[in-house]
């Protein structure tokens, strides 16, 4: 865990992806986030598993960091019935088939990368001690905001006025009067 000052809290986080064959012709592969690896040190696309045609990668190593002011999505995601970590990917670019953008324990900045269509986010469970780390940090800086209703005023505003049209124009008289006879310009 790295600490980035008071505002916030880092641990490298392992992306592995797995690959299976495509069940069609038109897909040659399909390509799926299937886990996390706290601490991870960094890696790029080396091999972790082969089984047939279906291989698994440490694609990648990103930062997850954890922010004061997002508490709230973080205990919205560890209250789920299968806490999650979000990984946001992108077509690759060069030799590396997808891009690792960031991985996210916060379900609001997942879904907002959802909709702009650009990405793909994927869910992975999260690990236990994992989910402790994100739970303690919660605990250390989460504060609950106080709901306070807003009170109108009782005055009525509307049986006044204070001018009509822009005051910062000069007017001889009201801006809304009709038109006289004189006025019209043919």
Do not use: C
């Amino acid at each position: 865990m790295h600490v980035l000052g008071q505002k916030s809290v880092s641990i490298s986080l392992g992306i592995v992806i797995r690959r299976v064959p495509g069940v069609s012709r038109w897909v040659e592969h399909v390509w799926k986030v299937v886990a996390v690896l706290p601490g991870a040190g960094p890696e790029n696309w080396k091999e972790l598993r082969r089984d047939g045609e279906v291989i698994e990668y440490h694609a990648a190593t990103v930062p997850l960091e954890l922010f004061r002011t997002d508490t709230e999505a973080y205990l919205h995601g560890l209250s789920t019935r299968i806490p999650s970590i979000y990984v946001v990917l992108r077509d690759g670019v060069g030799v590396d088939p997808l891009d690792v953008v960031l991985a996210t324990a916060s379900p609001y900045e997942a879904q907002d990368y959802a909709d702009t269509g650009e990405e793909l986010v994927e869910k992975v469970p999260m690990p236990e001690g994992l989910a402790a780390w994100i739970r303690d940090y919660i605990e250390e800086h989460h504060e609950d905001e106080v709901f306070i209703k807003r009170r109108r005023d009782k005055s009525r505003i509307d049986l006044e006025q204070n001018g009509i049209g822009d005051a910062r124009i000069r007017q001889i008289s009201d801006v809304y009067r009709a038109p006289s006879a004189k006025e019209t310009v043919h």
